[in-house]
């Protein structure tokens, strides 16, 4: 349930885990700001950027969402981002994020509407020379579909860091796999049925699919990293899996350099 900030804008509900998701974010954004200093355009997309703010269930705390997070980390060392693109499926979530960074300083240009209507606009608006990061923390499979990050992955110079709803495919999976269940698995791993033998078990199953996207990933000239961090909840069932995607090797050693990775055996 949303609640009212000081600023009197709303803050969506999260998890205390939330916390853990934007260290990554936070660490990441800093690490990689000597990168930045070589462009003259450097942006920062977030495609479900929520309100900027949201407060944690468990305890009451208000704290900042990931492109406040995003936009304060990358000015800690003088290298800002020249331009902070945001999109969401709320319109008074694209509202409050916007008044929030313009608050703070930042150059906003909000795309309301979900994110796999709104992505080409959004890389249209893209410097091509640009340096770009894209961090994308939909809630569900369903609400990333394959076509945003074939999309975004297109684009030269981008970086994204993902957050894979591994609750949801562990949940859902029986009712993604049979022959009339919903279209979410097919929109986020298209093709996924031809290169995963349901009748095996379903550990097995949900490995094997998140295997076949990241193979999906690779296929656009753009690799996954094999570093993948586990966001666990309180009894320790994983919540989500962070994948960050880079094309250029020094992205991929900031990344590794950051990350507090989890033994792959821990993923399913």
């Known amino acids: 349930m949303d609640k009212l900030d000081a600023d009197n804008l709303p803050a969506s509900d999260v998890g205390a885990w939330t916390a853990e998701k934007h260290e990554r974010l936070r660490k990441y954004v800093e690490a ?13 997309v977030d495609l479900y950027c929520g309100p900027g703010r949201s407060w944690i269930r468990e305890t009451g705390v208000f704290i900042d969402g990931s492109p406040l997070v995003a936009f304060d980390s990358a000015g800690k060392h003088g290298d ?31 795309f309301p509407g979900e994110a796999y209507a709104v992505v080409d606009q959004v890389i249209a608006a893209l410097n091509p020379y640009g340096l770009h990061f894209a961090f994308l ?19 030269k110079r981008m970086d994204l860091l993902i957050h894979v709803s591994a609750m949801d495919l562990k949940r859902d999976l029986h009712n993604y796999i049979r022959p009339d269940g919903p279209t979410d698995l097919e929109e986020f791993a298209p093709g996924w049925r ?3 033998d349901t009748k095996q078990r379903q550990d ?40 960050f995607v880079a094309r250029h090797e020094l992205a991929h050693k900031l990344w590794e350099a950051i990350a507090n990775v989890t033994p792959q055996s821990r993923l399913f």
Do not use: M
């Not at 000239?221 to 069932?237: A, F, L, Q």
């Open 80 to 110: 800002q981002f020249t331009e902070i693109l945001i999109a969401d499926a709320k319109a008074e979530y694209i509202g409050a994020a916007e008044s929030r960074l313009r608050a703070r300083g930042a150059n906003v240009r909000p």
């Open 137 to 155: 923390d939909p809630f569900s499979l369903g609400a990333l579909p394959f076509s945003v990050i074939r999309k975004l992955g297109s684009v």
């Open 204 to 243: 097995i199953v949900r490995q094997e699919i998140f295997d076949y996207w990241r193979t999906l990933i690779r296929g656009l000239g753009t690799s996954p990293n094999d570093c993948i961090e586990v966001v666990e909840n309180s009894k320790s069932s994983d919540l989500y899996w962070l994948v």
């Open 194 to 196: 031809e290169h995963v």
């Open 32 to 44: 990689s700001h000597g990168a930045r200093r070589g462009y003259r355009y450097r942006s920062y």
